[in-house]
C-alpha cells in the first residue's frame, strides 16, 4: 500500500511569472505496431498566461541517425495553432496546456536507440536553474529491440508531471507507472536536459532531495521539505526490465524519462483522508470488490476516483466516480480475466478531492493486486512399474495467449501423503512444504511420468503430487490439490538388513523382505507361471559402484504363486568389523526375471576418540525411512552385555565422562518403517560392534604470557599464566620458543619442568655481544604429549647507544689519546669513515670501538690540531635484523705538544 498528496493548483499563490518561454514537464513514450514499426508519442505540458507561444509540431530524432517532424494529435480539428485552437488546456492546472505528438517510424535493426526530442524554452521561473526560460526543453526515452526478448510497448505513466508541494511539508509523488508488458520496472532520479545528454545549466536538486530520495522499487518519491515558494524541475527515469525465462535472468528492455515539475506554496487546508487499503491477490475469473472510503476534516464537498493498470484491460475494472460531504464510499469491482495473469502486481490509485474555495486539495492512496492463474484441477496418481504417471486438467487459464502465454507445468513430489493449502498470495510450492521438484512439462502435455529420474521410486513409500501451471513471464499458478499413490506391490520388499555378529572373516547380517502382492489379477497364469523364486544378492559396501553377487544357499523356489511367503537369511563369512554390505532380492518368474526389491545396507558404525569422549556417527543406505537411533554400550567392558545407553534423530552421538586408556564398545540400532501402512512396522536394525579407545588428543591452549625487556639489565624477562587454573587440567611442563628476528623460525631455547614456575629470563648472545632483541613464544604440553599451537608470539627490541666525542688529545700522555665511543651497547659493528678539512681520508675501521690514535692512514705521520670531519655508519642489533643509523659529526684534534710552554 503506498500513499501520495497532491494538491489542486489554483491562482491564489500558485502561478509564477510568465513569459514567451513555456514548457513546464513531459515524456516520451512509444507503442509497438508491428515487427519493428513502433509509434512515438511526445506530451508536453505548456505554460498559456501571458505568452501566445505555441508548438504546432516537434521534431523527434529516432536513435538511429533518422528523424521526422511529428504534428499535434489533440485539439481541434484541422491542425490549427491560432490562439483559439491551441490543443487541450489542462483542466487540473489553471493556464496549462496539454499537447500530445505522435509519428511512427520502421526501424531496420536491432539495438538499444535512445529517442529524443529538443524544444525551446522552458517556462521562467524555476529555481534549481540558471535562466531556465532560455533553457530548451529535451527528453529522451530508450527503446531496445532484441530478437531475444518479446517485442516491448514502454511504461506509460498515469499521473501528470505537475504537482504541488507545500513549505515545511513533506511532498510525496508517484508517477503510477503502468506497463502492459507486465515488465519489471526500475525507478531512479536523474538530471534535468537542455539537449541530448547535455545538462541543464546551473540544475541541482532542490534542497533535501537527492538520488536516495525515490525508492526504486515502488517509485515513492519523498521529499522532506520544502523549504522555499518557487517552482522546481526534476527527472525522473522509469526502466523496464524483461524476464528471459529460459535462463532466469533479466535484460533491460526500455526507459522513459519523464522531466517533471513541482510547484513549491504556502499552505492552510488538510487533504481529505482516504481509509488504509491492503494489497491484495485475486484468482483470474474470480471477482475481487471492496468499498473505500474518504473523509474531510473541514467537511468539504469530497470526490472519490481510481486509477491504475486494471482500468486499463479488458475487463476492465470499474470505480465509478462519486462525491459527497464529509465522508464518501465507493466500490471497487474487478473480475480479471486470463489475460491480465502475470508475475507483477497491479497498481491502482484511489484520489480523493476536496472542494475546498482557497485551496483545494488531493489525496492518494495506492494498492497492489496481483492476479494469480488458477491452479491445475483434477489430479490422478497411477503406479506403473517402478514409475508413477501424474496427469491433471489444464487450468482456466490454459487457452492464455498474447504477452504472457501458458509455458509448461512444475511437478511436485513428497514421500508422504501429505495435503497442502496455499496462502492467499502464495503461489507456486515453497520448499519450507517437504515438496521437491520432480519434473517439468511443456504445455499443452498434461501427464508427467515419474520414475525419479531413471532410478525408479522406491516400493512401498506413499508418494504425494501437486502440480504448478507457469507462464512466460514467470509467474505461477496456485499449486494444485494433492493426490497420492504407491507402487504396486509385484515385487517382494526388502524390510531388514540387520548386523548379528561383529567379526573381520566371521561377521553374519540378517537380511529379511516381505513377498510381493497383485502382481496380476492371477500370478499363476500362462504369462507369469509358476515356480518362482527369490535370489538374495549382496555386495560389500554402501556407495558407489557396487558389485553383487548371489549370496550362496540364499535361493528360495515356490512351485505356486500362493506359497509365497516373507522370508529372511543369515549371510555369514563376512567382514562386519569394517564393512557395511548392501542387499537386493531379485524375483522370478519361470526363471524369467520380473524384478528386484530396491537396495538396503546395513548400519555402518564408525567412531573417533578423544579426551575423555568417544564420538559415535554411522551411516546406512535404505529405501525406508528411518526416524529414531538407540546407542547402545557393552557393560561392563568385555562382557557382551549392552545396554541402552541414549536415543538421537541425528547421525552422530558424543559419549563423555570416559576415562582415557579405557576401552569401551558400541552398536547402534536403528528405528524406521515404510510410509505404506500395509507393510510392516516398525523396523529395527542394528550396526555391528565398534569398541574404541579414548585419548587425549586435545592440547592445551597457549598460555598467556608477557615479554618484559631490561635495556639497562640486558635481559628479557618472560611471564605467563599456569593454564590449568582456566583452560586445562593436566597441562604438566612448559616449551619456551624464541627467534632473534621477526623473520626467522621459532625454536625451542628452555622446558620448565614445574607446572607452576611462570618466568624465564633469557639473555641472546649475537655473535658474541650481547642481544635482547627477539620473538618468543610459550607453549604448554599436557601429560599425553598433545603441545598447545602457537597462536601469539611477542617481539621485543634492543635500545641501541652509540655516541662519539667530539674532541680528544692524542699527546702521548695517556690521557684521551685515542677518538673512541662513549659507552654503547647492542651494535654489531661500524663503518667509520674520517676526512681532514680538504675532505682527504685520514682515518677509517669496522671496529665499533675505533680507537684512532691521530695519525693519517696514508702517511703515518701525526694529524696537525685541527678540526675533522665523520661520517659513521652505525650498524645495530635489531629484531628485523641488522639496521644501519648514520652519524655525521666533527672531531676537534688538539695535541698539546705543539702548543706554547707557559
Not at 484541422?78 to 511512427?104: D, H, Q
Not at 533479466?250 to 504556502?266: C, K, N, P
Not at 654489531?828 to 676526512?835: A, F, R
Amino acid at each position: 500500500m503506498k500513499k501520495f498528496l497532491l494538491f489542486l493548483f489554483v491562482m491564489c499563490g500558485c502561478i509564477f511569472n510568465a513569459q514567451a518561454s513555456h514548457l513546464k514537464a513531459g515524456e516520451i513514450t512509444y507503442t509497438h505496431l508491428a515487427g519493428k514499426k513502433y509509434k512515438i508519442t511526445v506530451t508536453t505540458y505548456s505554460n498559456t498566461l501571458g505568452t501566445t507561444t505555441d508548438d504546432c509540431e516537434v521534431k523527434v530524432r529516432f536513435g538511429d541517425g533518422d528523424s521526422a517532424i511529428a504534428p499535434r494529435s489533440n485539439g481541434s480539428a484541422g491542425g490549427s495553432c491560432s490562439p483559439a485552437l491551441m490543443g487541450v488546456m489542462f483542466t487540473s492546472v489553471p493556464y496549462t496546456k496539454l499537447n500530445i505528438y505522435e509519428t511512427e517510424h520502421l526501424y531496420k535493426g536491432d539495438g538499444i536507440f535512445h529517442i529524443t526530442c529538443t524544444i525551446e524554452n522552458r517556462n521562467s521561473g524555476i529555481c534549481n536553474m540558471n535562466t531556465s526560460g532560455f533553457m530548451p526543453f529535451s527528453l529522451r526515452t530508450d527503446l531496445v529491440i532484441n530478437p531475444f526478448l518479446s517485442s516491448n510497448t514502454s511504461s506509460v505513466l498515469l499521473n501528470p508531471p505537475l504537482d504541488l508541494a507545500c513549505v515545511g511539508q513533506c511532498f510525496e509523488h508517484n508517477p503510477q507507472a503502468y506497463d502492459i508488458n507486465g515488465d519489471s520496472l526500475y525507478y531512479y532520479l536523474d538530471t534535468c536536459y537542455m539537449a541530448p545528454g547535455v545538462r541543464v545549466d546551473g540544475w541541482d536538486y532542490p534542497p533535501n532531495m537527492g538520488p536516495a530520495s525515490i525508492d526504486h522499487s515502488t517509485g515513492d518519491l519523498r521529499w522532506c521539505s520544502p523549504t522555499t515558494i518557487c517552482a522546481y524541475n526534476i527527472a525522473i527515469v522509469v526502466e523496464e526490465w524483461k524476464l528471459l525465462l529460459t535462463t532466469h535472468t533479466r535484460y533491460f528492455a526500455g526507459s522513459v524519462l519523464r522531466d517533471m515539475q513541482i510547484e513549491v506554496a504556502s499552505c492552510m487546508n488538510t487533504p481529505p483522508a482516504i481509509s488504509s487499503i491492503p494489497d491484495t491477490c485475486i484468482v483470474a475469473g474470480t471477482a475481487l470488490n471492496f468499498n473505500v472510503t474518504a473523509s474531510d476534516a473541514e467537511a468539504n464537498n469530497i470526490t472519490l476516483s481510481a486509477s491504475g493498470g486494471p482500468f486499463l484491460l479488458s475487463p476492465a475494472a470499474s470505480f465509478p466516480t462519486v462525491s459527497a460531504i464529509s465522508t464518501v464510499t465507493g466500490t471497487f469491482s474487478w473480475t480479471p480475466g486470463c489475460s491480465a495473469v502475470q508475475l507483477l502486481p497491479y497498481l491502482v490509485t484511489f484520489k480523493s478531492e476536496d472542494s475546498d474555495p482557497t485551496l483545494p486539495l488531493v489525496n492518494y492512496e495506492s494498492m497492489f493486486i496481483t492476479v494469480v492463474a488458477p491452479a491445475p484441477t483434477a489430479l490422478t496418481a497411477t503406479p506403473s512399474g517402478a514409475s508413477i504417471i501424474v496427469g491433471w486438467s489444464p487450468p482456466a487459464c490454459a487457452a492464455t495467449g498474447g504477452s504472457n502465454p501458458l509455458k509448461g507445468y512444475y511437478i511436485y513430489r513428497k514421500e508422504s501423503c501429505d495435503p497442502w493449502v496455499h496462502s492467499l498470495c502464495e503461489t507456486g510450492v515453497p520448499a519450507y512444504t517437504g515438496y521437491t521438484l520432480a519434473g517439468t512439462v511443456n504445455a499443452p502435455a498434461n501427464t508427467f511420468t515419474d520414475n525419479n529420474g531413471g532410478l525408479g521410486l522406491l516400493h512401498g513409500i506413499d508418494y504425494s503430487y501437486m502440480v504448478v501451471a507457469y507462464y512466460s513471464d514467470g509467474s505461477q499458478s496456485y499449486a494444485s490439490g494433492n493426490v497420492c499413490a504407491h507402487l504396486v506391490r509385484d515385487v517382494p520388499i526388502i524390510t531388514n538388513v540387520s548386523v548379528l555378529s561383529t567379526s573381520s572373516t566371521t561377521g553374519s547380517i540378517w537380511t529379511h523382505w516381505v513377498k510381493p502382492l497383485g502382481i496380476m489379477p492371477n500370478l499363476d497364469t500362462a504369462a507369469n507361471p509358476g515356480p518362482y523364486e527369490y535370489r538374495l544378492m549382496q555386495a560389500a559396501g554402501q556407495t558407489g559402484t557396487l558389485s553383487f553377487a548371489p549370496v550362496p544357499g540364499a535361493s528360495y523356489t515356490y512351485p505356486a504363486y500362493w506359497q509365497l511367503t516373507d522370508t529372511g537369511f543369515v549371510a555369514t563369512g563376512l567382514n562386519t568389523q569394517s564393512s557395511a554390505y548392501t542387499y537386493r532380492v531379485d524375483f522370478y518368474s519361470n526363471g524369467i526375471f520380473k524384478g528386484s526389491t530396491h537396495t538396503a545396507s546395513s548400519v555402518l558404525l564408525s567412531s573417533s576418540p578423544s579426551d575423555n569422549k568417544v564420538t559415535l556417527t554411522w551411516n546406512e543406505v535404505v529405501p525406508w525411512i528411518n526416524d529414531e537411533y538407540f546407542i547402545y554400550k557393552e557393560v561392563p567392558s568385555g562382557s557382551s552385555t549392552f545396554i541402552l545407553l541414549d536415543s538421537t534423530l541425528t547421525h552422530a552421538y558424543v559419549d563423555t565422562g570416559l576415562v582415557n586408556g579405557a576401552t569401551y564398545c558400541y552398536k547402534v540400532q536403528s528405528r524406521g518403517q515404510y510410509s505404506d501402512t500395509a507393510l510392516p512396522r516398525p523396523l529395527y536394525n542394528t550396526s555391528q560392534v565398534k569398541c574404541e579407545t579414548p585419548v587425549d588428543l586435545v592440547p592445551p591452549c597457549q598460555p598467556t604470557f608477557t615479554v618484559t625487556p631490561d635495556c639497562a639489565g640486558m635481559q628479557d624477562v618472560i611471564s605467563w599464566t599456569n593454564p590449568n587454573t582456566y583452560c586445562s587440567d593436566d597441562a604438566v611442563k612448559y616449551i619456551i620458543y624464541f627467534a632473534r628476528t621477526t623473520e626467522e623460525a621459532l625454536i625451542p631455547i628452555a622446558t620448565i619442568t614445574d607446572i607452576n614456575t611462570t618466568s624465564f629470563i633469557h639473555l641472546d648472545n649475537y655473535e658474541g655481544i650481547p642481544s635482547i632483541a627477539g620473538c618468543y613464544a610459550v607453549t604448554a604440553v599436557d601429560s599425553f604429549g598433545n603441545e598447545s599451537p602457537v597462536v601469539t608470539k611477542l617481539c621485543v627490541d634492543n635500545c641501541p647507544v652509540y655516541e662519539l666525542p667530539n674532541v680528544f688529545t692524542p699527546n702521548g700522555d695517556n690521557v684521551n689519546d685515542l677518538f673512541t665511543p662513549l659507552p654503547y651497547r647492542y651494535v654489531k659493528d661500524v663503518d667509520i669513515k674520517i676526512y681532514d678539512r680538504w675532505g682527504l681520508l685520514m682515518f677509517e675501521t669496522t671496529n665499533p670501538d675505533v680507537r684512532w690514535d691521530g695519525t693519517s692512514r696514508d702517511s703515518k705521520q701525526q694529524c696537525p690540531d685541527g678540526t675533522y670531519f665523520y661520517l659513521c655508519t652505525v650498524n645495530e642489533i635489531r629484531v628485523e635484523g641488522i639496521k644501519p643509523r648514520v652519524l655525521k659529526g666533527f672531531i676537534q684534534l688538539i695535541n698539546t705538544k705543539t702548543l706554547p710552554n707557559r
